[in-house]
């Protein structure tokens, strides 16, 4: 039920996405401000250079023995009072959270933000399952109003402006129409309050899963999460299996990069430690603690060298605001719960072919492993799923005509350039052919295959030469040309 | 040391000839014997890149042929020179006699900047270039090299320039060889946005180390009808 | 169970695939040390969280003994007019100072004991309408501005969650350095038997346009206190 991009979907989109001026307006002023405070929050954290090598470490050793930590960590959530349910894909995952409402009677959901229950389309199976749903995340609320999905992993709205939140609240909840974000957030306030109340079912995702203590730890800022996992008294969470790291202290060294690198801060507002139902006599927490762990994909990812990489992220989603593809196009146009860098790579994997030209929107600018906080490799990985693709027939993904073009000429060329004699007796022919329709140097228009580079910018015409211009006519050694 | 080889790379021998020359007037003046390496033609890298790995083999083990190690190889472009430096070793991950040429060749590589910089020690060149200059980082010569200062290095002694900076991040132009044309509304937004900071930051001309970007900047410049000029890093170097 | 069994088994043949890099030693078991910093380096603490907890927009009520700071308390809630205050068992204090206080100043106040399922839907309500809730942390952290609350039944979590102001306090001695110590003083066998929260400043917000608003569901604001007795 995770959304599959239709075939040449990211063209369509991405290029109606590009048109909109002012969705690219909203999407470079949020990143860039993000990118700011990321820039001061890590210049005044010394030891932040050395956290990512310690997280990176500890994230390459808990992956190395996942097998081994997830039956530590099943046994002492269990202890803990929890249920476990390990979901080997997405409707396993459905199936087993609307048996639990079923079970239970539940009538009314209160969510956190978590990507991965939106990667299951856990929203829809509950509604469909009689229950009515409630986006408690200020980002995410604003987006199920609209009926879309989050457009990022981190700013879920970052795609709307105050002016068209102030439409959608005036439209949807009757209120008088204001633009202040601090009159919209107090209406979501008393909106949302209420609802946490009246729930009995809170759903949330995970940051980390803490083999050692069998712990779950969500971290947030709202304090919708905290609401999420206190107040219903049935509580699920659903976790990735690749969340669970081996014990409480390695979880300072993620604590202090991640919202360094997500929002810019020191810390989250709230870092919720959830291990199991209320005890006897408390008054805060669930009854019921059901941990849904996922696979989904994950382990299919985890047997390629590669890709096992990608099982590192802790999704704090900066490589999306410094990624210039993700920057003009945003979120919606993957057509994926996970756009951006980190998506383009998990997405074919989580969501099969469908995703398959994402990999290659990316001109592998390297921004993304630069700001990644765990140090993922991503251009590399993007190379990797770019042969897998384009090495094996049987996994032939459909591209629109110019870009097929583009690629057998790019192979054409290959060939050629295996002959330099003959490529550059042809690159003389092409010039001496193009110069008379150029306009100093310039061809405006080109036909097939070369129309989409004329789309955007002029072509210059081929001019090489074999000999200098210069005085100098020959190199130094004689030897050449 | 008084021997290089110079792999001028497909871009530059097809459109910037003189990119070309001006890296081979700068290291003659140097007084380095230059051999110019014309058996190989391109790096293989735009068909790697679009996951095309065999005709890219070809054409990389056509270039590590044409060149011994024990001489420097000078590549004037930061994407060339990484497909080399970092790619070639994946690309011949199965094939151990080439990776152990591939290995014994990639100490010998240089980025041209990277060359004069770190190699030859040389920050001053005698250049007089009366330009306001803003300096585009490619990505692959800042992300893949880690080549940041260099080209500032040098730029910053040359007479009589007025260097400015572009403030955007060291963002992507939107070249990305084959992405320029298979994703070119993407890539035109880019562009816009690069070109926009150019003539934002008061420059007359924009300096790259890579033909590609210059490829990609010209295009959108002449297109827009602007007369602010493109250069590559040697032609600047090489002025007087 | 047997998709976990499947799920165990897919792992072990992916792990048999070779790793994308060097194994690395054991995961780190720095943060064990002894949080509780000796006299001379509190003022530096003090001083340093002071500044983050304010960076983070909390309202630092100072350094205070606890009749100071019940004397404070009192007083903040006649300047907002609450009129039912929610106080949390102590952890090094005794709450009761607080309960007189506010008594005194005519609030009600709320305490908490063991419930029984049944009184728990109405109890929550009853937290949720209190203007004030009064927590005392088990530990704070200098370097961010955080308090490390541990739930208990007569100390419940929501304490700091519900009412639109929530006051917390620490004592001086349970003040550390930085997260991986105060990790390290709460230790697993107290992470795993209760319900934690690092709590970094009030509720707050950057989904609409990244501009910031504070208490979108929990509280607006957020005032701290460090007590430091004066026979301490």
Not at chain 1, 95 to 106: E, S
Not at chain 1, 295 to 305: E, H, Q, V
Not at chain 2, 30 to 41: D, E, I, K, T
Request: glycine share 8%; net charge positive; hydrophobic share 40%.
């Amino acid at each position: 039920m995770a959304r599959s991009p239709a075939k040449a979907d990211f063209f369509e989109a991405s290029r109606k996405a590009v048109a909109d001026h002012e969705l690219h307006r909203k999407l470079q002023s949020a990143s860039d401000r993000h990118l700011d405070h990321v820039d001061e929050t890590r210049a005044e954290f010394p030891p932040f250079e050395s956290e990512r090598d310690t997280a990176r470490r500890i994230k390459e050793e808990s992956i190395a023995h996942l097998d081994e930590l997830l039956i530590e960590l099943r046994r002492r959530l269990e202890e803990n009072g929890c249920s476990v349910f390990f979901a080997a894909d997405a409707e396993q995952a459905r199936n087993y959270i609307v048996g639990v409402a079923k079970k239970n009677g539940l009538k009314r959901a209160v969510k956190g933000k978590s990507m991965t229950t939106e990667e299951i389309g856990l929203n829809r199976a509950l509604i469909e399952a009689g229950l009515e749903v409630t986006e408690t995340d200020l980002g995410e609320y604003i987006v199920q109003l609209r009926g879309e999905p989050p457009s990022h992993i981190i700013t879920p709205a970052i795609h709307l402006s105050k002016e068209d939140v102030g439409a959608l609240f005036a439209e949807k909840l009757q209120m008088p129409y204001t633009a202040e974000p601090e009159e919209l957030t107090a209406e979501a306030r008393k909106r949302l309050r209420s609802a946490f109340l009246g729930a009995d079912l809170g759903i949330t995702g995970a940051n980390f899963a803490i083999a050692e203590t069998g712990t779950l730890v969500v971290v947030e800022n709202e304090g919708n999460g905290r609401m999420s996992c206190t107040l219903p008294d049935t509580y699920v969470a659903v976790v990735g299996i690749e969340k669970v790291i081996p014990k409480l202290a390695d979880l300072s060294h993620f604590l202090e990069i991640l919202a360094r690198t997500a929002t810019g801060q020191k810390l989250t507002t709230y870092t919720n430690f959830i291990n199991g139902p209320r005890r006897a006599g408390e008054l805060d927490g669930p009854r019921e603690v059901h941990v849904v762990v996922l696979d989904g994909g994950r382990s299919a990812m985890l047997a390629d060298p590669v890709m096992r990489e990608a099982l590192y992220c802790i999704r704090c989603g900066a490589c999306l605001n410094v990624c210039p593809v993700y920057r003009r196009v945003g979120g919606h146009a993957y057509g994926s719960t996970y756009p951006g860098p980190i998506g383009s790579i998990v997405s074919p994997n989580l969501f099969g072919s469908a995703a398959g030209h994402l990999p290659f929107a990316s001109t592998l600018c390297g921004a993304c492993r630069d700001i990644c906080p765990v140090r993922i490799d991503i251009p590399r990985m993007l190379l990797h799923i770019r042969w897998k693709e384009s090495e094996d027939e049987t996994r032939a993904i459909p591209w629109p005509r110019g870009a097929a073009r583009a690629r057998s000429g790019v192979v054409r060329f290959a060939r050629l350039a295996r002959h330099p004699r003959v490529a550059r007796m042809l690159g003389r022919i092409a010039g001496a052919f193009l110069r008379p329709f150029a306009r100093d140097g310039f061809l405006r228009r080109m036909p097939p295959p070369f129309n989409n580079w004329t789309a955007v910018r002029d072509f210059p015409v081929p001019r090489p030469r074999v000999r200098r211009d210069t005085a100098q006519e020959a190199d130094s050694s004689g030897r050449v040309p | 040391m008084d021997e290089v080889a110079l792999f001028p790379t497909c871009l530059a021998e097809e459109f910037f000839p003189e990119a070309r020359d001006a890296v081979l007037v700068v290291l003659e003046r140097l007084r380095l014997r230059v051999r110019v390496v014309r058996r190989a033609f391109c790096c293989g890298q735009p068909a790697f890149n679009e996951g095309f790995r065999a005709p890219a083999r070809d054409l990389a083990r056509r270039l590590v042929k044409s060149c011994e190690p024990g001489m420097p190889l000078v590549v004037p472009s930061g994407s060339c020179t990484s497909m080399i430096k970092v790619f070639y070793p994946e690309l011949f991950a199965d094939d151990p006699e080439m990776l152990a040429r591939v290995q014994a060749l990639r100490p010998w590589v240089f980025e041209f900047s990277q060359f004069l910089v770190d190699v030859l020690k040389v920050k001053y060149v005698g250049a007089r270039f009366e330009r306001t200059v803003a300096y585009h980082p490619s990505c692959h010569l800042l992300r893949e090299l880690k080549i940041r200062e260099q080209p500032r290095t040098l730029l910053s002694a040359v007479n009589g320039i007025r260097l400015v900076e572009l403030g955007d991040r060291d963002e992507c132009c939107g070249f990305g060889g084959l992405f320029s044309v298979k994703f070119p509304h993407i890539s035109g937004a880019m562009l816009g946005d690069k070109l926009a900071r150019i003539r934002a930051s008061g420059a007359n001309t924009v300096v790259a180390n890579d033909c590609g970007c210059l490829m990609q900047i010209r295009g959108g410049l002449h297109r827009a009808g602007d007369a602010i000029e493109t250069r590559h890093i040697a032609e600047v170097l090489a002025a007087r | 169970m047997a998709e976990f069994h499947k799920l165990i088994a897919r792992l072990k043949t992916a792990l048999e695939s070779p790793a994308p890099s060097e194994p690395h030693a054991a995961s780190s078991n720095s943060a064990a040390s002894m949080p509780i910093a000796p006299s001379a380096q509190r003022v530096e603490l003090v001083s340093g969280f002071a500044r983050e907890f304010e960076a983070v927009r909390g309202s630092f009520l100072g350094v205070l003994s606890p009749e100071e700071a019940a004397a404070r308390i009192a007083s903040l809630a006649r300047e907002v007019g609450a009129r039912l205050v929610a106080v949390g068992e102590g952890v090094t204090l005794d709450a009761a100072v607080f309960t007189h206080a506010l008594q005194e100043g005519g609030c009600a106040v709320e305490r908490f004991g063991k419930l029984d399922d049944g009184e728990r839907p109405a109890a929550l309500e009853r937290l949720a309408r209190c203007d004030i809730g009064i927590a005392e942390a088990h530990y704070a952290i200098a370097s961010t501005g955080t308090f490390a609350v541990v739930g208990a039944p007569a100390r419940p979590n929501s304490l700091t969650l519900l009412p639109p102001i929530s006051v917390i306090v620490v004592h001086v001695e349970r003040l550390v350095l930085d997260l991986a110590q105060a990790l390290g003083a709460l230790g697993p066998d107290l992470v795993s038997a209760h319900r934690l929260s690092l709590i970094t400043g009030p509720s707050r917000t950057a989904d609409i346009e990244k501009r910031i608003v504070l208490g979108v569901h929990g509280p607006k604001t957020l005032y701290g206190a460090i007590i430091w007795p004066r026979n301490g």
